[in-house]
Every structure is written in C-alpha cells, then in structure tokens.
C-alpha cells in the first residue's frame, strides 16, 4: 500500500478500523508525519504476523509501536527501511519499543537506517530469530583522501562500532547458556543468517540500489580489520555471516590507502 500526501484534512474519530484477518501489511509512506500517524492510529489488527514499512521524505515511523500495541499481536518480520533526516529520541525509542516487544515471536529482522544508538541489542532475546539483515548508512567518507585524514576530525560511532555490537550478539546468541566458551550443543548456531552491509552516510537507497553516475557509483572495499577478524570467527564456527562495506567511487582510493596505513601501523 502507498500512502501519499492527501489534498485534504481528515480527523479520525474512534472505534478503529479493526481488520482480524490482516496478517501482513506493507505500507510505503511517501507523506507528511501527520498523516502517517492518522492513518496508523485507525486501525487495529489483532492478527498481524508481518509488518513491512518504508518511507521516503520527512515521513517518521513513530506510531508503529503504537499500533502493534492497540493491535495485541505477535509479529513474525519486521522490516523497516527508513532515511528520515529527521531521527531522534522518538523515533529511536518506538524503535527500541517494538523490536523488544515482539522479541519472543520475531524471525525475521531487516533494519535499513541511518546510524542510530541501537542500545537494545542489549536487551535482546529473540530466540526464534532465523534472519537478521542490516543496511546501515553510517559510514563518515568526508575526512578520507589521498593527503590522510582530516586535522579537525573528531571520530564519532560509525557503520563499523554497530558491526562489532552487532557480531558479538550474534555471538552470544548463538551460544545456548549464553556462556563464553560454552560447549553445549546449540542448534540455533545454524539456524540464523545474518547480513550487514556498511554505506556511506551520504548515500541514499536510490544511490545504493540504482547507481548512476561513476563517480558516486557504490564501491566495494575491504572490511576493517576488527570486523573482518570477528566475522571469520564466527564463520569458523558454523555461524552463517555476510558481511559488506560500500563507499562512494570517489572515496574508494582515500579509504583504502588509509585502512593500509592503519594497519601498518599497528604492526
């Protein structure tokens, strides 16, 4: 369903619109946020298992939790692909709110952001959890270039920190008493695939998935050396992991020359 600007005002009034045999809605917001947010504030669905939410322009997805909490279901994939420039607290704590809430259930997860604090990793069980995919447009390309990093750069969390949280869950979860070093036999080592894929933070998904023009096409790199030590280790024992790191073609050479240099120097 495509929910696009209205040439008009509308007040919803209760009861909701109660849908009972809706099990997956897919809803792509091409709207302003209080539009979205009336829409989703009228319906109730007590049945739903998929929820499927992109958006495009200044359209938050702040009313989702929302609406799965009127509704009283039990989700089974949550997917959201999302570039608001506008994320803050809310966004990030409905976020948080609902991911955790449908925690038991969830076995599917397809996050595509912006870099966000994603604190709720800690908090996480998931223990039907069969597939976890991660776009994250976190990657800070400005201060790479042939001449070294920028003077005034101030690193902040990026792309590879969220990587790194995210791998070491993958790691505890896959691990039945939730023990390092456990020995026990643990079949959900080889029932979940995780995917994360790294991108320039200037991109967008028209840019990602649609590239033009060579000179801002995506291009592959090397995975920093952290990430890429933490992947193999957990390939090496059984678990399935994808990982990616896309930047910018003009930023490709800088990055690399910069990655080398790092690594040089911790020899």
């Known amino acids: 369903m495509l929910l696009k600007e209205a040439p008009y005002d509308y007040e919803y009034q209760e009861p909701c619109i109660e849908l009972p045999r809706l099990d997956s809605l897919r809803l792509h917001l091409d709207t302003t946020p ?34 799965i909490k009127r509704s009283e279901c ?13 994320y803050g607290t809310a966004y990030e704590e409905d976020l948080s709110k609902l991911i955790l809430s449908q925690a038991e259930t969830l076995e599917v997860l397809h996050l595509h952001t912006l870099l966000m604090e994603f604190d709720w990793f800690g908090s996480l069980t998931a ?11 976190g990657l800070d390309e400005t201060h790479w270039s042939r001449f070294g990093p920028r003077k005034d750069y101030n690193k902040d969390p990026d792309a590879e920190d969220l990587a790194l949280r995210l791998l070491r869950w993958v790691q505890m979860w896959s691990i039945e008493d939730g023990e390092p070093g456990s ?25 990602f998935y649609r590239p033009g023009r060579e000179y801002y096409r995506p291009t592959s790199v090397a995975l920093p050396q952290e990430v890429n030590d933490l992947k193999d280790e957990l390939v090496g024992s059984g678990i399935k992991v994808e990982i990616e790191w ?22």
């Open 74 to 86: 039990a989700l089974r994939e949550i997917k959201i692909e999302s570039l608001c420039p506008s």
């Open 34 to 67: 209080g539009i979205a947010k009336q829409f989703l504030d009228a319906l109730k669905c007590k049945n739903l298992q998929s929820l499927d939410i992109s958006n495009e322009g200044d359209t938050d997805v702040v009313p989702t939790y929302n609406l």
């Open 183 to 207: 020995k026990k036999s643990n079949p959900r080592k080889s029932q979940l695939t995780t995917r994360f894929c790294a991108s320039a933070s200037t991109m967008t998904f028209h840019d």
């Open 127 to 137: 223990p039907n959890l069969r597939e976890l995919d991660f776009l994250c447009f």
């Open 246 to 267: 896309w930047v910018h073609n003009w930023a490709a050479a800088g990055y690399e020359t910069q990655r080398l240099k790092a690594m040089k120097s911790q020899l």
